[in-house]
């Protein structure tokens, strides 16, 4: 991978190009459990899915980066379809989720098989479609990492320091970010490259400002979740994450990867939500500039690798 491109479904483009950006969201997705647990989970209606787009890059959205990893219902070539026909770039991953959703098989494969995965998709693309990943997913349990962890922790180093490929992490309710970052140090991976997600989740604003200040880039991710106080915390979250000093460290995204998220599955409050109602509730408390680098300057930062 080339530092100044960033690979999207239909392409690479520059940087600069990837404009106002989500960072962790998710457009066709399918838990690949039989448990009806995960039923609202599923998005299968690719005109849906589209329709959100379209409220997305119609509030000013030009980037969305779909976060569904190998063995969870990706879809790389309806991806790169709703890419097409709304305009909206997409960032799609390679990587494996936490243990829970892992692959049957990921315990049966060695280290060096499961390398060769991940990079036989960077090169040749996903299931088949010659869509390429623009970022490797890693994913850890609630309060620990897990043995099977801890391989795709490595895994997803190696291929990151041979490609370049910025990684992005599920953090469980917003756990194990420090321990993420420990190990992926302990690999020779730069903090700088890796972008945290979920955080918000454990509602810890020390520990958000901590991640942060081990220099990675955190995501605060499930807005939209208590609309009744208007986000009230995540604001308070983002105001404090500035008086501390690590704007350039914080991303937006809904993670909406559920249908009661989304109005063109029946649900609320949608895609356009972070450039709608949060961002009037949050420009009036940090202004324009600060806004456009959570959302522009810092994705941009992350994938195209301008640290």
Request: hydrophobic share 40%.
């Amino acid at each position: 991978m080339l530092w100044n491109q960033v690979v999207t479904v239909t392409g690479p483009i520059r940087p600069e190009q990837m404009g106002t950006t989500y960072v962790h969201e998710h457009l066709m997705v399918q838990p690949q459990l039989e448990d009806d647990t995960y039923i609202p989970y599923t998005l299968q209606n690719e005109a849906a899915s589209q329709d959100e787009v379209r409220s997305f890059a119609a509030a000013g959205g030009n980037t969305l980066v779909e976060m569904t990893p190998i063995h969870y219902g990706r879809d790389p070539a309806a991806y790169r379809r709703i890419s097409q026909k709304t305009g909206v770039h997409v960032i799609c991953c390679t990587g494996f989720h936490k243990e829970l959703f892992m692959p049957p098989w990921f315990g049966e494969k060695t280290d060096l098989q499961l390398y060769d995965i991940l990079m036989d998709e960077i090169e040749n693309g996903l299931d088949g479609t010659g869509v390429r990943p623009g970022v490797i997913k890693l994913g850890t349990s609630f309060q620990e990492i897990t043995a099977l962890e801890t391989r795709a922790i490595q895994a997803a180093a190696r291929v990151h320091l041979e490609t370049g490929i910025p990684i992005s992490t599920h953090c469980d309710r917003g756990t194990m970010g420090v321990e993420q970052i420990l190990a992926l140090e302990k690999l020779g991976v730069d903090p700088g490259h890796v972008l945290l997600c979920h955080i918000d989740s454990a509602k810890d604003i020390e520990y958000a400002i901590r991640l942060c200040r081990m220099g990675a880039f955190i995501c605060i991710d499930h807005v939209g979740r208590e609309l009744a106080d208007k986000d009230a915390f995540r604001v308070r979250m983002i105001l404090e994450l500035l008086d501390a000093g690590c704007l350039e460290r914080v991303t937006l995204a809904g993670d909406m990867g559920k249908r009661s998220y989304l109005p063109a599955y029946g649900g609320a409050p949608g895609l356009a939500y972070i450039l709608t109602s949060l961002k009037s509730a949050l420009v009036s408390k940090i202004g324009e500039a600060a806004f456009r680098t959570m959302l522009v300057d810092n994705p941009r930062r992350i994938f195209g690798g301008t640290l």
